[in-house]
């Protein structure tokens, strides 16, 4: 069965954008089918083989349509006689029938049914969109000089040389079968399956010194320095044993070779004559006649090879013998010296200080620490101006690394132009263990050893590289090689790009984006689907433009962990509510870096029925943009059209790509009520101020916090608003209790009290450069775009906008309010807010009732007025009785919760009931039959309701209630 089974395969609606997933169950009989975010799990994969899909969890089941009219069901594959086939216009067929989804939302149902030609029939999978994308320079290289494009590609190409590479390792590592860690590359160049490879990196220790072999000053591997020196941990001390070759970390395609001759060790490239390296049991390193040994006078930093002698100084530790047999002996009475223990005990067996790891295009990635940021090992630093690169001219020579000279000179892709960027530092490639730094005497660039104080550097957005208030420029426009420090003056010679930046450049979409682009369009839907479900241990295919919008994090901001009490189900909402209620969406201080792995740490023992009540959401801009929204019709795309993710954890530990970043959100659904305790790691810290709990002390210290996104929260709302514009707020708790004054009064004009509680939860309001409609628009979370809503200045929750957004979602929708006018009934409530804040009504201000009254007299029915005259209906009804005044509304509002459900899914089948209702409950409650005022603008009533109200012996209202109005 197995062979049947190659690669596995995602099945991807066209129309959600979602994947075929396996949503709970392992078998025949419980299996349930539908569809879900695109995660890459194996409830998602399928194996497709002559018809037969095999699902990625047990390839023994394949995907089958069930008897029960519809419905998809796992079943044994050797029991299916019916054959799913993709025809031509990408649908799922089987027979007459093809596989389609039910619905427009993630989660949608998928059923089988009658062909169609809808989208929802419409399927990809993974290896048409990655096919789709193959051999494309994409939008943006127009603007590449050819130099700069031609690196890039250059560049590129290497990738792809690697990943050819990485296909011959899978094979090599087929015929191991043993694993990654029996495959390695040989000095010779070939990738080889060696049973002695070291799967980890490997330390030399001389027994009478306890110094490290080390890699030390070097103009490259062919002529490197190799000494002993103090024990760092460090990549230049590190090898890999492959047989009886032993490679250098900081390139591993450099072997330790010996000259025996000379009596001298060396580095060596590929195809080199390669030495062979026997460790014995006694801790002699030998070749074929000699061995390694420290040199016995002074320095003892030389290494040398001998005869073998039998002296301490000849004799060596390697760090992983040590280490086994102080875990074996656990005592302190194990024969090392206090040093060698320490340095044990230092670099534990999964160390990942300088723990190399390798994407699909066999790049080194290293995982630090301290940050936990995964960075490349190679970059360039290029000139905006010259278009050249940052490059070691000459040296170090030998009087040491100050004798550097560097400067400019064109790419050529070698090392001494390359630099490892860690934590600011930046590493020369030619020798980790030297880094650039600033010589302020001299206005120049240096290299200097690690740790220096001045080596720290900054590449800022506008690609100023700064050492404090220095920048790095050309310093002669007659010698365009020549580099300077200089005072920060603008312009393209003191400007730089990474070449990985101009690498995504080329491979990325850049904004804003034309309308007309439909196809860039489909390709971005493409991208982040193929992004989604690439494992993590791959570099992200396609980087996204978030240096555009939302915003990007300095890669020298902290990645730090976070433990955060998850509030499950504490948001109980009543079916009877009634409106759109809140989502149970819990904020946090923490900001997931784009591209970024996160790691979410749930309990081992937490019930996997309750972790499925938990998500975690990335980002709050949910508006997802289309070509067909009139937003972009008239604008094009001002960002990238999908900006938040979802994702789902289990319990244990969960790891997570956000490909876009964005604030850390934990989002909640389900019946059960409990508290748990969530680690999060590799995040970083944002702005997140809570009324009421945020001191100013606190306040002043976010400030500084650099995310593009922060949190504002009180006791009613959550703001998600740009940092730059809330670290400017001069006092949030002001801003903060006008949005809550605003929500109580929202409540009290929807009729809810203590014994008729307003729902739980709070309103989310977001800042967006672009949404789906309007310059805000209700819903969950309510978008407001920034151009027209800047929700952080103190007036804004005292604003129309805010009132007409909110007042949406308190509207009785399908039940009267949508029967009288959506854009009109939601304006009760900004009439109500503004009589109340500013003893103001706009319909009055502006002058609307009389010629309203008027239109009604020239013959103006409801269904043809528009929303400020069906508005005026209603607050004609208001102002003709001031005894009850809004109370009307609020009885209305009340009264509709109580409604028994049966009740209350009649009114939503009928928008003549609906009619109905609203004008029996207001007569009753104003003592009044008011049918001359709906007959007067055309309202149609039914006979029953009309009888109904008549049969109550109600005085009649007069038909024109124009005159009470102000």
Known sequence: MSSQAVHPEYLISQLTHTCLTVISGTGIHDAVIGMANCSGSSKQQWFQSAGLWRWGGDQNLCLFKSEEEGKLCLALCEDISEYWVFDEDMRLTLGTQALAVSGQGAQSQVIVEKMSSGLKQKWWTLSQLEASMEGHYLAGEHSLTPSLLEMCKKEIDKSAARRRSKNH?????????????????????????????????????????????????????????????????????????????????????????????KGAVRLGGLKKNVTSWNFDKSGFLKTKSKVLQASLEDPQTRVTLAAKSGGQHQKWWKLSEVRAELKVTQTTDAPYPEALVKMAEDISPGDTRWNPLHGEDGVSLFLHEEQGILTEDKEYLVNQSAH????????????????????????????????????????????????????????????????????????????????????????????????????????????????SSLKSYVGLQLYPLPVNDIQTYRQEINRGIINSLSPLTKLLPHPRDVGHYPGSVPAAVARTNFLCVLKVGTVQQRENIRMRAPKDWQATNMYVVAGDIFIIVLPDDLPLSQARQISVKVGAHTDRLKPALPKIQNHG?????????????????????????????????????????????????????????????????????????????SNKVVLVVPTSRATEIPDPDVLLQRYDDIMEKMEDLAGFSEGDPPPQGKQWLVDDIQITAGSAHAGFPIMFQHQFNDLTLTKTPYSWPVWHEIGHNYQQRQFWSYAYGSESTVNLFSLYIQEKIEADDRLKSQ??????????????????????????????????????????????????????????????????????????????????????????????????????????????APANLSACCP
Request: net charge negative; aromatic share 10%; glycine share 8%.
């Open 169 to 261: 390792r899978r094979q090599v590592q087929d015929q191991c079968q043993g694993g990654e860690d029996l495959v390695a590359t040989s000095c010779e160049g070939e990738v080889i399956c060696s049973e002695e490879c070291t799967a980890s990196p490997e330390y030399l220790i001389n027994q009478n010194t306890l110094t490290c072999l080390t890699v030390i000053d070097s103009n490259g591997p062919d002529d490197a320095n190799i000494e002993l020196s103090p024990f760092t941990g460090g990549i230049n001390q590190q090898w890999l044993v492959n047989g009886k070759q032993w490679h250098w970390m900081g390139n591993r395609s450099y072997c330790l070779l010996a000259n025996e001759k």
């Open 847 to 956: 002058n609307r009732y009389k010629p309203a009254s008027r239109a009604v007299d020239d013959g103006l029915t409801f269904e043809s007025a528009d929303c400020w005259q069906k508005l005026i209906f209603m607050m004609e009804i208001k102002h003709a009785f001031p005894d009850h005044g809004w109370d009307i509304f609020r009885h209305l509002n009340r009264v509709t919760r109580t409604l028994e459900q049966k009740d209350a899914d009649s009114l939503k089948a009928r928008r003549q009931r609906q009619y109905d209702y609203a004008y029996r409950t207001i007569c009753k409650r104003v003592g009044s039959d008011l049918i001359r005022h709906y007959e007067r603008w055309s309202v149609p009533i039914s006979e029953n309701a009309r009888e109904e109200i008549e049969s109550l012996g109600l005085p009649k």
């Open 388 to 499: 050249t690169c940052l490059t070691v001219l000459s040296g170090p020579l030998d009087s040491g690394p100050l004798d550097a000279v560097i400067g400019l000179a064109p790419y050529n892709g070698n090392s001494n132009q390359q630099w490892l960027v860690c934590e600011g530092t930046w590493r020369w490639a030619d020798n980790h263990s030297l880094c650039l730094a600033p010589d302020f005497e001299e206005s120049c660039l240096r290299l200097v050893s690690n740790g220096d104080v001045n080596s720290k550097w900054d590449l800022d957005k506008k690609g100023f590289f700064m050492n404090g208030s220095h920048v790095v420029g050309i310093s002669e426009e007659d010698d365009p090689s020549r580099l300077s420090l200089q005072p920060k003056l603008g312009g393209k010679a003191q400007k730089w790009w990474t070449l």
């Open 637 to 713: 795309f001002k960002r990238m059209p999908i900006l938040s993710e979802d994702f789902n954890v289990n319990p244990g530990i969960n790891f997570f790509r956000s490909q876009y970043g964005g604030n850390l959100i934990f989002t909640y659904d389900g019946e059960e009520s409990f508290t748990v305790t969530a680690e999060v790691q590799n995040v970083v810290e944002s702005p997140y101020f809570i009324l009421g709990e945020t001191n100013e002390e606190e306040w002043e210290r976010m400030r500084s916090l650099n995310t593009p996104f922060c949190v504002l929260e």
